[in-house]
C-alpha cells in the first residue's frame, strides 16, 4: 500500500501548503538579497508551466484509475448476477445452495464500502469471499456429478468463471494508484515552483506576500484533489456502490423464490 494513501486527507493538505509556505518564505528571503534581474520572471513562468503540465498529468491518471475502480465495480456486480439468474435455473436444492452463498458473497462487498483496499477487514472478507467460490464451485460440480449433460450448470459454469475473474480485476483496480514516485515528483517541482516564484518576488522588494501564498493554497487544494480521487473507498470523491448494492437485491429476490435444504 502506498504509505501517501496512508495520511489522512486534511493531514495532506497541511502538510502540503506547510511545505510550500517554507519554501515561499525560504525563497523570498533569497529573492530580497539580489539585485532586480529581467530574466527572472522569464524563469518563472517557464518552471510554472512545468508544474502546470505535472499537475494535469497527475490529475489524469488519477482520474483514470477511478474510471477503472468504477467500471470494475460495475463488471463485478453484472458478473454475480448474471450468475445468480442462472444458478436460479439450477435443479432444488443447488439453487438455493448458491443463491445462498451469492448472497452472502454480494454483502461482503456492500459492507466493505469505505473501507481501505489493503486494511484488516478487507482481507478478511476477501478470505471469505475465496471460501465462498470454494463452495460455489464444490457444490456445481455435485449438480455435474447428478446429471452431466444439464444446459442450465454448463452455462451456470461459464458465468461462475466470469464472477471470479472479475472479483480479480476489482482487486486489481482497488489497488492501483498514482505511483509514489510520481507524486513525489509531483510535491518536489511544486515545492521547487513556489519557492522560485517567491525568489522573484523577493527580487522586487515591494511586492507582497499575498500573491504567492494564494498560489500555494490553490496548488495544495489541486494536490489534495488527486489524492482524493487516488483513494477509492475514503474521501469525497468515492466509487459508486449503487449497482453491487442493486446487486444484492436482486439476489435476494431469487432466493426467496428458490428452493432450500
Known amino acids: 500500500m502506498s504509505f501517501l494513501t496512508q495520511l489522512p486527507l486534511p493531514l495532506v493538505y497541511l502538510i502540503s501548503f506547510a511545505a510550500l509556505a517554507a519554501a515561499a518564505e525560504f525563497g523570498r528571503a533569497l529573492g530580497m538579497r539580489r539585485s532586480p534581474n529581467s530574466n527572472v520572471s522569464t524563469l518563472e513562468a517557464s518552471i510554472l508551466g512545468l508544474l502546470a503540465l505535472l499537475l494535469g498529468f497527475c490529475f489524469a491518471t488519477a482520474m483514470s484509475r477511478h474510471e ?7 463488471s463485478e456486480a453484472n458478473a454475480i448476477g448474471t450468475a445468480a439468474l442462472r444458478a436460479s435455473l439450477l435443479p432444488a436444492p443447488h439453487d438455493w445452495n448458491a443463491l445462498k452463498a451469492m448472497k452472502e458473497y454480494t454483502q461482503l462487498r456492500v459492507s466493505l464500502i469505505g473501507r481501505p483496499a489493503d486494511g484488516r477487514e478487507f482481507n478478511a472478507a476477501l478470505g471469505r469471499s475465496n471460501s465462498l467460490q470454494s463452495d460455489l464451485w464444490r457444490d456445481v460440480k455435485g449438480a455435474l456429478e447428478k446429471n452431466n449433460a444439464m444446459a442450465p450448470v454448463g452455462i451456470y459454469i461459464q458465468s461462475l468463471n466470469d464472477m471470479f475473474d472479475s472479483q480479480e480485476k476489482r482487486l486489481v483496480a482497488a489497488r492501483s494508484h498514482v505511483p509514489d514516485f510520481v507524486m513525489l515528483s ?3 517541482i511544486t515545492i521547487i515552483s513556489i519557492g522560485f516564484s517567491a ?9 507582497p506576500r499575498g500573491p504567492v501564498y494564494v498560489t500555494a493554497m490553490l496548488i495544495a487544494g489541486v494536490i489534495l484533489l488527486i489524492q482524493d480521487i487516488d483513494r477509492p473507498d475514503v ?10 448494492i442493486d446487486t ?4 435476494d429476490g431469487l432466493l426467496k423464490s428458490a428452493t432450500p435444504n
Open 68 to 74: 477503472e475502480r468504477r467500471a470494475a465495480v460495475l
Open 248 to 251: 444484492a437485491g436482486q439476489i
Open 235 to 244: 474521501g469525497m470523491v468515492s466509487v459508486n456502490q449503487t449497482p453491487m
Open 199 to 207: 525568489y522573484a518576488r523577493g527580487v522586487e522588494s515591494k511586492t
Open 186 to 188: 509531483l510535491y518536489a
